[in-house]
């Protein structure tokens, strides 16, 4: 094998022009990294944003969320053998030789699963829309990790929830967008490892879904007195708070929405500041903006270059390696919308995310020779 076909990222904006079918050279592993072949690939909102928003760099692979077979191991990577069925999350659209839509696929192991091949079917799901379900196909896999490895940093580091059930139990988080692939996992990541009461919003439509999944409270974001419902439910017991959309708007319902309550801490995940709201000076929550890509343990240029702490490696890396396993046969993904195999189905993909038509569901499709 010389070569890896690739998704690439071109540098355009346009309808449909996102992203090109390419040829690179065969990727090289570190001695801390594995190396899958990829089966079944998830798109990401954060994969058009590279592009438009000019985070990342044309000419780089796309794709954050890919799931395949083990083929190589870094001589320092535990763990893994080569044939396993694992899934992986990486910053797409970055990187020349490592991204997400690609034949061969380079993983960092803290942000690499490897599931129970006993419980899983290698059989491709076809085109179609298939309900949340275990984690037991490629396309479900795919479909998980990022939100689970955002969701995990988010929890163990950016929000300090201590992983005490007991004390937890008579708390609240209060996860605004519960219906976001984010928030699907945040729901059952929030109720499952921390033992917390959670109350989420979303269109009334998915308010059952997301009852299965965990919730004790459901809202709908677009009553006009959504804030006030929350905060009679809440009764003072919203200790979190985690805004999983992340715009100005929905950043200062999250808060307002906690008015009362002893919150310490608040979270979002496209780097607002808490300045970009308005907040009360006297509140010594801790504000927070999570980055995932932090949790491989490398640097990020982010505009200016962030780099992980020991504290958050080491919040997240508990949360990966101890408190995420024993819940992960059990973990749900979000609904799947299945694309025609090939990497032709990236510029729908993302186009589809691009135009707000994505709903509690993910849109994944398999590899094509
Ligand atoms: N910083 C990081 O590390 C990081 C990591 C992951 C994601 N992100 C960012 O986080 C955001 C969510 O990503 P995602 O993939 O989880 O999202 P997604 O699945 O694409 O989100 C779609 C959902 O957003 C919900 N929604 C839209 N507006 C809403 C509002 N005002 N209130 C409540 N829900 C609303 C919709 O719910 P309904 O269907 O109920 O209308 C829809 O189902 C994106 O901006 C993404 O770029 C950042």
């Given at each position: ?12 904006t346009g ?7 390419s040829?690179t050279?065969f990727?090289?592993i570190t001695d801390?990294?594995i190396?899958?072949?990829g ?6 909102p ?8 000019q ?5 780089s692979?796309v794709?954050?969320d890919a ?5 190589q191991?870094?001589k ?10 694992v899934?992986?999350?990486l910053?797409?659209?970055y990187?020349?030789?490592?991204g997400g839509f690609?034949?061969?696929v ?19 799901l076809?085109v179609g829309s ?6 037991n196909?490629f396309e479900?896999a795919?479909a998980i990790?990022l ?11 950016s ?15 209060l ?7 984010a ?10 490892v921390?033992?917390?009461k ?11 879904f ?5 919730a004790d ?7 006009s007195?959504v ?6 439910f809440?009764?003072?017991k919203?200790?979190?708070?985690l805004?999983?959309?992340s715009?100005?708007?929905?950043y200062?319902?999250?808060?307002d929405a ?6 310490e ?7 607002l ?5 308005k907040?009360?000076?006297?509140n010594?929550?801790r504000?927070?903006g999570?980055i ?6 490398e640097p990020?240029e982010?505009g ?12 997240y890396?508990?949360f990966?390696?101890e408190?995420?396993p024993?819940?992960l ?6 609904n799947?919308?299945v694309?025609?195999?090939g ?6 993909a ?5 135009e707000?038509?994505?709903?509690a569901?993910k849109?994944v499709f398999?590899?094509?020779?």
């Open positions: 094998m010389s070569s890896n076909k690739i998704v690439l990222s071109t540098g355009l309808k449909g022009e996102l992203t090109t079918i040829t050279v990727p090289q801390n990294q190396l899958l072949r089966v079944a690939y998830a798109a990401n954060t994969d058009w944003k590279h592009t438009v928003l985070w990342g760099y044309s000419g692979i794709g954050s799931s395949g077979i083990v083929t191991i870094g320092n990577v535990k763990g893994f053998e080569i044939g396993d069925y899934s992986t999350t910053r797409g659209n990187s020349i030789d490592k690609a034949e061969y380079i993983a960092d192991p803290p942000t690499t699963i490897k599931y129970d091949k006993s419980t899983f079917s290698s059989e491709p076809p298939f309900p949340a379900s275990i984690i196909t479900g795919a990790t939100s689970l490895s955002t969701v995990g940093l988010s929890l163990s580091h929000l300090k929830i201590k992983p005490t059930k007991e004390s937890n139990s008579s708390k609240y988080i996860i605004w967008g519960g219906a976001t692939s928030g699907i996992v945040a729901i059952q990541i929030a109720k499952s921390y033992g917390l959670v109350i989420t919003t979303a269109s009334k439509k998915h308010h059952e997301l009852k299965s999944l965990g409270a459901t809202f709908d974001y677009r009553d007195n804030i006030d419902q929350i905060k009679v809440a009764q003072g919203i200790y979190y708070a805004d999983t959309v715009t100005i708007e929905t200062q319902q999250t808060y906690t008015a009362g309550s002893p919150t801490s608040y979270d979002n995940l496209l780097f500041p808490r300045e970009a709201i907040t009360d000076p006297e010594k929550a504000f927070s999570t995932v890509y932090l949790a491989n343990g990020q982010l200016t270059v962030v780099y992980p702490t020991q504290e958050l490696l080491d919040d890396n508990q990966w390696y408190l995420l024993p819940f046969k059990d973990l749900k993904t979000p799947l919308r694309l025609k195999p990497f032709e189905s990236a510029n729908e993302l186009e589809l995310l691009r707000d038509k994505v709903s569901e849109v398999r590899y094509q020779s």
